[in-house]
């Protein structure tokens, strides 16, 4: 079974930096695609970025290209969500998923395993 752990959120000003961590325990998240997902309130889960297992592959929403970067360190069990330029429609909570094995399955939240979330709130 797979935790996932995420951590970097917070309440920042627009135009400010935030890096999400989202930390995997009970196995090695080497073998799965990764991918970050937000929830605003009242709306829809939506897809932000996924990272194949190896980081050869990249997909990051359309709307957020230029501004945020997914990444993955594999020896740390680890999986970034680098947000710049932040602006208050960049409130959400903010989740990560594993359990695909590629990042259109990620994107179609085929991965099995979500962390619990963490709050990013971006104010004028």
């Known amino acids: 079974q797979v935790q996932l752990t995420e951590s970097g959120g917070g309440l920042v000003h627009a135009g400010s930096s935030l890096r999400l961590s989202c930390a995997g325990s009970?196995?090695?998240?080497?073998?799965?695609?990764l991918g970050w997902f937000r929830q605003a309130p009242g709306k829809e889960r939506e897809f932000v970025a996924a990272?194949?297992?190896?980081?050869?592959?990249?997909n990051v929403v359309d709307s957020l290209k230029g501004r945020f970067t997914i990444s993955r360190d594999n020896a740390k069990n680890t999986v970034y969500l680098q947000m710049n330029s932040l602006k208050p429609e960049d409130t959400a909570v903010y989740y990560c998923?594993?359990?695909?094995?590629?990042?259109?399955?990620?994107?179609?939240?085929?991965?099995?395993?979500w962390g619990q979330g963490t709050q990013v709130t971006v104010s004028e």
């Open positions: 998923n594993a359990g695909a094995t590629n990042i259109a399955d990620v994107e179609r939240m085929r991965g099995a395993y």
């Open positions: 009970g196995r090695t998240l080497s073998t799965y695609a």
């Open positions: 990272i194949s297992q190896r980081s050869i592959y990249l």
